[in-house]
């Protein structure tokens, strides 16, 4: 055996192995080795060390802490801090309850969302970013597949889930559609990455009156976005398991 891996798996034999976490839900709860649910924590264990105090909500600090661990970057609890709408979490709780949709900009955020816990609720994931329709009409109204997928998803936005990791003017078309009283969703996520617009799109988001989780600067991502949604979806789960158990 490897010396790191013998160290690694010393560590992990004498790590805190609670499978009752309010924060992580259960080893078993999740389809996980009690292995790979003590990594993780141990993973957890060195964020909290890493960031100490912090002014989020012990229920915003669940999420933000997640995205830290997907994407092994401080900065969404420091230069690009994560901002909640005040109602953010309640509204994603809501959400779940009406088993709606969850609409995503681009195929990425879709794909690392997990569909034991979407499965479990319900739900379902949409993306048309790669809709021939939308491909289409890139072309001749010389828009972002990303906006026109967000156009086409409209119908199933009411009362849903949006979420936007990539694309800034599927942001801005989202922000649109909003302003116009055209669509009414219960919490959009967004979290854009890149040069042009990414900043602004999320300072504009921001302003809304609509619940969102979104955060300051150029840094976002499929990574960033659906750790988001996975964390909500985890924290709920959890503790309707827990209600139940009284």
């Known amino acids: 055996m490897f010396p790191w891996l013998r160290r690694l798996k010393l560590k992990v034999e004498y790590s805190n192995n609670s499978n009752t976490d309010y924060k992580s839900g259960s080893a078993k709860g999740r389809d996980m ?4 649910f003590d990594i993780e924590r141990q993973s957890f264990d060195i964020i909290e060390s890493e960031i100490g105090k ?6 915003q600090w669940v999420i933000v802490r997640r995205v830290i661990h997907a994407t092994a970057d401080f900065d969404f609890a420091k230069e690009c801090k994560i901002t909640f709408h005040g ?3 309640e509204s994603a709780f809501l959400a779940f309850s009406k088993e709606s949709y969850v609409v995503t900009d681009v195929e990425m ?3 690392g969302i997990n569909k034991k816990s979407l499965s479990s609720l319900n739900m379902t994931g949409i993306c048309y970013i790669n809709d021939p329709e939308c491909i289409e009409n890139s072309k001749k109204l010389d828009k972002t597949r990303s906006e026109l997928a967000i156009q086409k998803a409209a119908d199933k936005i009411n009362n849903g889930i949006v979420i936007v990791g990539n694309a800034p003017t599927a942001l801005y078309q989202l922000i649109s559609l909003i302003n116009e009283n055209k669509i009414s ?3 959009v996520i967004g979290i854009p990455v890149g040069f042009v617009s990414a900043v602004e799109s999320k300072l504009e988001l921001s302003k809304l009156n609509v619940p969102y989780i979104t955060n300051s600067g150029r840094k976002g991502g499929s990574s960033a976005a659906s750790s988001i949604i996975n964390a909500l979806m985890l924290m709920y789960i959890t503790q309707q398991k827990n209600k139940n158990r009284k």
């Open 185 to 187: 969703p219960l919490l």
């Open 54 to 59: 912090h002014d989020y909500t012990q229920d």
């Open 33 to 36: 080795s009690p292995h790979s």
């Open 87 to 89: 109602k953010a979490i």
């Open 109 to 111: 955020v879709l794909h």
